[in-house]
């Protein structure tokens, strides 16, 4: 299958072949996806902008994004530790029927932030 990531488990319901034994074909995410979904218009113009990649590489990010081509595992490291980070993690995690409990600790980290910021101090 093309445009999909491996070893990192399917987004519909959390299994990892490491864990459950499933083969590397049932341990996938659609890259693709995950593109459209936070990139819905120019999506391989703006993953490479989100990545720092150099645009003469932007034919291969569009392809990328059509789900093509399956991209190196590098994009989606450097798309996660870009400033537009958040984005793609969150749609990964929101994706699994199993959060793990360092998930939940983080959800619970901006929930609390979030209500601190809220409170009017001065």
Known sequence: MHGTLQGIGKIDDGTSAAIDGKSA????IDFSRIVKAIFPHKSGLALLLAVGADMDQLRLFQRYAAGHVH????????????????????????????????????????????????????
């Open 71 to 122: 991209p190196p595992e590098w994009v989606l490291r450097a798309w996660i530790a870009s400033e537009q980070g958040e984005a793609p993690l969150n749609f990964i995690m929101a994706h699994l029927k199993k959060k793990p409990e360092w998930w939940k600790r983080h959800e619970r980290a901006l929930h609390v932030t979030e209500q601190i910021g809220n409170l009017n101090l001065k």
């Open 25 to 28: 074909v049932d341990d996938e």
